[in-house]
């Protein structure tokens, strides 16, 4: 998961050094110079590449193809004065022959690349007038206004013209497009399954709708619920239940309050293709390996990432960060005299950095979907199994779920410190860039020196639980690896047990990827203690996992369990995986009122959600927060056999796929509106047309209150709960994507399309 995101820029050739210093006004007061063009070129710079010409008062200019970034080629001019709480305007127009052309104009630091404002405007061969407003964060006496280029297959021509940025501009208030006020399961509903939509309206008392179908018949009518103002969207709702309604069909929409919903289908198969297509994510996310159109669609094909081919550096001997760089390790410098081969593995999210600690929970959360497709007596049988997905180990007689994982397994091994050198059986917390790089950029085109960063308790003990609960599934289809994997875990867990308190640092996140800092493993360490004892039954392990203080505690919070607070995990798997722990029936117990707290929930929203946190506001990755929360619900349907249970994990898959305040599904190709332009290096179309939105099933992160990126600081000030959302690609606290978003989505998706009762 990325953090922040500076912007590499291209080497310039500088025109002139003249800079207006103009400071902020109560009027509007321009920054830039010559602006208009009418004075030449100065004192506008530009890259080695382009050769300007003015003409009619335009700045044109020839766009070389075979550039790869968009860096590679720019224009701009320094020496901008930047002050923090003043609000500018930066206009323009422009044009592109051929077009449509996607660019970047942007203002940033020129030292840090930290952007002031980031925008992609599309530019066609008819000029266009471009208008963007942003209020600082922070001051600067000498930014940079630029139009980033570059990165276009064929030679193009840019013309610009009026190009200004107005300090003490008024603000502009950023107002989603929200379409209908009712809200809907875009994606449909199982025919006897839960069916509920949102109504946004100011009337205080029940309103009529109805069910109409495709053809325009009222098939099914009633009167809303008032629900008042929501807390988690600040809107007047109404909920709108249309349960008894059984029959099948696409093209239903609910109309109410005079407003139209959008269109959706109501079928027993809808859910078959989310789990097919929430999986195939992780085969675009595979490094090291080229992806192969055939499989993943031929606009997902790409060259292998991380190998020893220029211009990466490769992934097959990566050293330890070096001690002027690293952070130390019981006080003392630390590196390492070794490499590792670290080929494999997912790239983690939008950038191409692969850490530990979101491969152990994304792992295990496929890991988990794959063992209750065996175990639950309500799942379908072999749904799971080989040839159910779109992966190359297709009909090897191994599921194709355990081929994805094992992608990932292989890597975190590689992760472990050899034997004979110090920390020996720990594992690196993570390898990754050691600078950050930009957007867009394929991971063949990567350039940055990959290094590994210290070993850390959290990384080992996700290794130690992963490779425990995999070797006991492999077993049936690989004893080789199956032995391979409960090795490491053993010595994994012994190594811990040894460094108990080496936690990753929120400091080792400066550049090129996520901390993941987590200074309380007690939580990994029950987790790890609960998969090893499931695995062999071994005393050591049992009297590990009854003395922890997390097997007594309630460790289902409401919030939400993450790659920082795996305990919950650790109890599912006790409850549900067959062993002779004394407490067995207490630990089963505590899932299903854990699952009840969950449901309280979900039940006082009028968005049907199982989330909706009062303190701290919504998370980054909120969305995956509530898929977690979905899977302790369904986990309490396969203990108790419960309907409410399973409901209100159906019921909660509304709010992903459009039953939300933005009225947008979450989940890419699902849906009627659905986010598209997610943070991502792979998948930016928005950034440059040549390349793909995310693939089809891929899940946003959603709603964070905290607004920790530039568009989501320049967009969503003030904003509340749900509404703490941008889609666009700058967005990376708000619309990243990352395997441990997708993976509860895996084990979501599966467990819904096992309802049959529903059907």
């Excluded at 090291?288 to 031929?298: H, S």
Aim: hydrophobic share 40%.
């Amino acid at each position: 998961m990325s953090s922040g995101k500076p912007w590499r820029m291209g080497l310039r050739t500088a025109i002139s050094g003249l800079a207006l210093a103009a400071g902020a006004s109560a009027d509007p007061v321009e920054q830039l110079a010559n602006g208009g063009f009418e004075a030449g070129q100065a004192p506008w710079w530009n890259t080695a590449n382009l050769v300007p010409t003015t003409a009619d008062g335009r700045l044109c200019m020839d766009v070389p193809a075979g550039t790869t970034n968009p860096w590679d080629a720019i224009i701009g001019q320094a020496g901008v004065p930047i002050v923090e709480g003043e609000t500018y305007e930066l206009s323009f127009d422009a044009s592109s022959a051929p077009g449509p052309i996607v660019v970047r104009a942007l203002v940033q630091d020129p030292t840090t690349y930290a952007t002031f404002t980031d925008r992609n405007p599309a530019l066609t061969p008819v000029p266009q007038h471009f208008s963007y407003t942003f209020t600082a964060g922070s001051s600067l006496p000498g930014g940079e206004v630029q139009f980033q280029i570059g990165g276009a297959s064929s030679a193009w021509v840019l013309c610009v013209d009026n190009v200004s940025l107005l300090g003490g501009a008024p603000p502009q208030v950023y107002v989603p497009n929200t379409g209908a006020r009712v809200r809907v399961n875009q994606l449909g509903y199982l025919p006897r399954g839960p069916k509920a939509a949102t109504l946004v309206s100011e009337a205080t008392t029940g309103l009529p709708w109805q069910l109409l179908s495709e053809a325009g018949q009222v098939v099914a009518s009633g009167q809303s619920l008032p629900r008042g103002i929501d807390a988690s969207s600040g809107l007047n709702v109404h909920e709108i239940r249309f349960d008894a309604f059984h029959g099948r069909g696409a093209g239903y929409r609910l109309v109410a309050d005079g407003e139209t919903s959008h269109p959706f289908e109501i079928s027993a198969s809808i859910y078959q293709p989310l789990f097919a297509d929430a999986m195939s994510f992780f085969y675009t996310q595979r490094s090291g390996t080229p992806i192969d159109g055939a499989i993943a669609g031929a606009a997902y094909a790409r060259a292998a990432g991380h190998l020893s081919v220029a211009p990466n550096l490769g992934d097959y001997a990566v050293p330890c960060q070096p001690p002027e760089v690293s952070l130390p390790i019981y006080g003392e410098p630390w590196t390492c005299d070794y490499a590792l081969d670290v080929v494999g593995g997912w790239y983690d999210a939008g950038d191409h950095g692969k850490y530990v600690v979101n491969g152990g929970i994304s792992v295990a959360q496929l890991l988990a979907a794959f063992e209750r497709s065996g175990r639950a007596e309500r799942a379908v049988g072999g749904a799971l199994g080989d040839g159910s997905l779109r992966v190359p180990e297709r009909g090897n007689r191994i599921p194709d779920v355990l081929d994805e994982a094992r992608w990932e397994l292989s890597w975190m091994l590689s992760m472990q410190v050899p034997a004979g050198k110090p920390l020996a059986g720990m594992v690196h917390h993570k390898v990754q860039d050691n600078q950050w790089t930009g957007l867009p950029l394929a991971p063949a085109n990567d350039d940055r020196v990959r290094e590994l960063h210290r070993p850390s308790t959290a990384a080992t003990l996700n290794l130690a639980a992963v490779a425990a609960q995999g070797a006991r599934i492999y077993a049936r289809y690989d004893r080789a690896f199956s032995a391979q994997l409960l090795a490491a875990a053993k010595r994994a867990w012994d190594a811990a047990v040894a460094n108990p308190a080496l936690y990753a640092p929120a400091a080792d996140g400066a550049s090129g990827g996520g901390p993941y800092n987590d200074s309380d493993v007690s939580d990994e360490f029950y987790w790890a203690a609960a998969e090893l004892y499931l695995t062999t039954g071994e005393r050591a392990y049992q009297k590990a996992v009854l003395a922890s203080p997390q097997h007594s505690a309630p460790v289902f919070n409401v919030d939400g369990f993450s790659w920082g607070t795996l305990a919950a995990l650790g109890r599912m798997e006790l409850a549900t995986q067959e062993s002779r722990l004394p407490d067995r029936a207490r630990v089963r117990r505590s899932v299903l009122e854990g699952a009840d707290a969950i449901l309280a929930v979900a039940r006082a929203q009028a968005w049907g959600q199982p989330y909706a946190p009062l303190v701290g506001g919504w998370s980054w990755g909120s969305n995956s927060q509530l898929l977690n929360n979905l899977m302790v619900l369904g986990t309490a349907y396969d203990l108790s056999g419960e309907d409410k249970y399973k409901n209100a994990a159906i019921e909660s898959l509304d709010y992903l796929l459009g039953r939300n305040a933005l009225n947008l599904s979450y989940i890419t190709g699902y849906g009627e509106v659905y986010s598209q332009n997610q943070h991502s290096r792979m998948y930016a179309a928005q950034l440059n047309a040549e390349l793909p939105h995310p693939p089809k099933g891929s899940l946003a992160g959603g709603a964070n209150s905290n607004i920790e990126d530039p568009v989501a600081q320049e967009n969503l000030r003030g904003c509340v709960g749900q509404f703490c959302y941008i889609d666009e690609i700058g967005s990376w606290s708000t619309n990243e994507i990352t395997i441990n978003w997708n993976a509860p989505l895996v084990w979501a998706a599966a467990f819904v399309a096992d309802q049959q009762s529903c059907w």
